[in-house]
């Protein structure tokens, strides 16, 4: 897909991640983070796990955020660019056509191509409510049935503190005696 600037608003935080220098990678698409070897990739390159839900939970795991540059390929292998990934804020996404409305909050996942065989680099679906580890974001406005984009508030497990906070203060309460 050609670049698009989805950001819409708050802050983005983005972050500097290398990419494979032979991987091509278009603004707006959503990246994530192999864990093994640290590249930032677009949710395409991901292998098929024969269903959307794993492949959909595998991708949210890893999810770094939205590509905010774009990085050609070129053919030196040796060259490992950066490229600007917003970890946080609300983003504008293409979805198919929603058949009933959907409120506030909902999770939103990654989207598949239509043979099931690859995920899509910048389209959304909804996932169940039951299914939150599928999602890499949070419907920040409503939308109506028939909506064709939403806006999508990220939620990135990789670039999130709220664990860190929480486990430093539960530390340091116990430490206290509290």
Same mark, same amino acid.
């Given at each position: ?19 494979? $220098? =032979? !991987?091509? @990678? ?9 864990? /093994?070897?640290? #590249?930032?990739? %677009? ?42 990934? $917003? =970890? !946080?804020? @609300? ?9 009933? /409305?959907?409120? #506030?909050?909902? %999770? ?71």
């Amino acid at each position: 897909m050609a670049d698009v600037m989805r950001w819409k608003f708050f802050e983005t935080n983005p972050v500097q991640c290398p990419v494979q $220098a =032979t !991987e091509a @990678v278009e603004i707006g698409d959503l990246i994530y983070m192999e864990y /093994a070897d640290g #590249l930032a990739r %677009p949710a395409s390159t991901i292998a098929d796990r024969a269903s959307l839900g794993a492949n959909q939970h595998y991708f949210a795991y890893r999810f770094l955020g939205v590509s905010m540059q774009r990085h050609r390929a070129s053919h030196d292998p040796a060259d490992l660019p950066l490229i600007r990934v $917003a =970890t !946080e804020g @609300v983003f504008r996404y293409p979805v198919a056509a929603l058949a009933a /409305a959907v409120p #506030l909050g909902i %999770p939103f996942g990654v989207d598949e191509n239509a043979a099931g065989t690859a995920l899509l680099d910048q389209q959304v679906e909804q996932v169940p409510l039951t299914s939150m580890e599928r999602a890499i974001g949070l419907l920040n406005k409503p939308a109506r049935a028939g909506d064709t984009e939403i806006e999508l508030r990220l939620c990135t497990r990789i670039m999130t503190c709220a664990e860190i906070e929480q486990d430093d203060h539960q530390d340091s309460s116990s430490s206290s005696g509290v």
